[in-house]
């Protein structure tokens, strides 16, 4: 093997490490849900988390929004605990007041 093949594999070696470097590289600054968040990026999020809270090692407590309206719920201990806005009892409507008989 004389000295020119030799470096020319030198330099395939380097090229190929540098490229095996470069996406490690870009893997770890994009992160490995990177295809995810390219394709979810033309679509339009209807949930999404506002602020989460550890209570204790197995209980945690989120507040998050679906379709505008904010709901809070009790995630541990291998149940989830949900509650929110109530609806609003509609309060019955009155009653038509009845024509008094004419005597």
């Known amino acids: 093997m004389n000295i020119v093949e030799f470096i020319r594999a030198i330099a395939a070696l380097a090229v190929t490490l ?6 490690a590289y870009a893997l770890r600054r994009f992160g490995p849900d990177a295809l995810t968040r390219l ?4 679509q339009v999020r209807r949930m999404r988390v506002v602020e989460s809270l550890v209570l204790d090692p ?9 379709d505008g ?10 149940k ?3 509650w929110g806005p109530r609806p609003v009892p509609v309060p019955p409507a009155p009653a038509a007041p009845t024509p008094e008989p004419v005597a």
């Open 18 to 23: 540098g490229l095996i470097g470069l996406a």
């Open 39 to 42: 394709v979810s990026a033309h």
């Open 58 to 66: 197995t209980r945690r407590l989120v507040i998050f929004s679906l």
């Open 69 to 78: 309206e904010e709901r809070l719920m009790l995630l541990g201990e291998g």
């Open 80 to 82: 989830l605990l949900d």
